[in-house]
């Protein structure tokens, strides 16, 4: 355990959340290109937004797969997303 995880008192929690973080920007990523692919008038930019929707999916996919190898996400098990999620919540609750 390096010294700014015993400071902060989350042990190897902080790549478990820097990890949900970037998979919650990921999502955002996504639904903002699908909305702006949907609102643009001509053919190149919709060209563009959609290879940049397609890579904004990929990386998702990628971030999601490294979560669920972890034991970090459970996206189709809903019982223990939520027994994670508690888990997580009563350490941060705990925090100094």
């Known amino acids: 355990?390096?010294?700014l995880q015993n400071l902060m008192g989350m042990g190897g929690l902080t790549d478990q959340v820097v990890?949900?973080?970037l998979l919650i920007s990921a999502k955002s990523g996504v639904r903002n290109y699908a909305m702006a692919?949907?609102?643009t008038g001509t053919p190149e930019i919709k060209?563009?937004?959609a290879r940049q929707l397609e890579e904004a999916i990929d990386f998702?996919?990628?971030?999601?797969?490294y979560?669920?190898?972890r034991g970090w996400y459970h996206?189709?098990?809903?019982?223990e997303q939520l027994k994670l999620d508690q888990q997580n919540i009563q350490t941060a609750l705990n925090l100094p």
């Open 67 to 69: 979560m669920i190898e």
């Open 47 to 49: 060209a563009t937004l």
């Open 75 to 79: 996206p189709w098990n809903v019982d």
């Open 1 to 3: 355990m390096n010294i």
């Open 37 to 39: 692919l949907t609102e």
């Open 60 to 65: 998702h996919e990628k971030i999601s797969a």
């Open 19 to 21: 990890a949900m973080d």
